[in-house]
């Protein structure tokens, strides 16, 4: 049977993780955000409706970035293309592809500074739904260590010390969301 503070400790390496898998949402969040230059970040999220299955886009084309603004998307099976054209038109990111047999150029246009605030809008809200998955981390962690002290298996001043850890874990990675933030909304205002 774990210790006490080993299972204490679990709590928080617990709590740490979720809010590593918290931040790492965040980050493929952002990524696929427009930020006016071409990234094949942009197109992750995108799935093609291709012999029944949902299927992401790199897995039925190759995908290049031979200038900063396009994106050259070539698709492996001729039929695929006006599915992968469709699903990009269906994306709700702004883009069109131009195809050229089995080749699709998709043209990155520059974002007015409207859409830009609207990314800005959009990076925040993913940034705060981050920290609100980090905060909820931490209150589950803070029960189970409360519930341990309350049955009498963890000493007053180890909850103390444990809960401290736990808010200066939650403290640290929320200011790495800020830092995060904070870089994406500057990639996006860059004209």
């Excluded at 230059?37 to 031979?66: C, F, K, M, W």
């Excluded at 007053?156 to 200011?175: A, G, P, S």
């Amino acid at each position: 049977m774990a210790s006490p503070t080993q299972a204490t400790a679990d709590e928080n390496k617990v709590a740490r993780d979720k809010m590593d898998k918290a931040a790492e949402a965040l980050r493929k969040e952002l990524a696929g955000l427009r930020t006016g230059r071409a990234s094949l970040a942009l197109l992750d999220n995108i799935r093609v409706e291709y012999y029944g299955s949902h299927l992401p886009l790199n897995q039925v084309a190759t995908l290049a970035v031979p200038e900063a603004r396009m994106i050259t998307i070539q698709a492996w099976d001729k039929k695929a293309v006006p599915f992968i054209e469709k699903a990009i038109i269906n994306s709700n990111l702004g883009l069109v592809p131009t195809t050229d047999g089995q080749i699709m150029r998709v043209s990155i246009p520059p974002l007015t500074q409207e859409r830009r605030q609207d990314f800005v809008k959009l990076a925040h809200k993913h940034a705060e739904e981050c920290r609100v998955s980090m905060r909820n981390a931490r209150r589950d962690a803070k029960e189970a260590l409360e519930k341990r002290k309350k049955d009498g298996k963890l000493p007053e001043d180890d909850l103390r010390r444990f809960l401290n850890e736990l808010q200066k874990l939650t403290d640290d990675e929320i200011h790495k969301v800020d830092e995060t933030l904070k870089s994406k909304e500057k990639e996006i205002l860059e004209t």
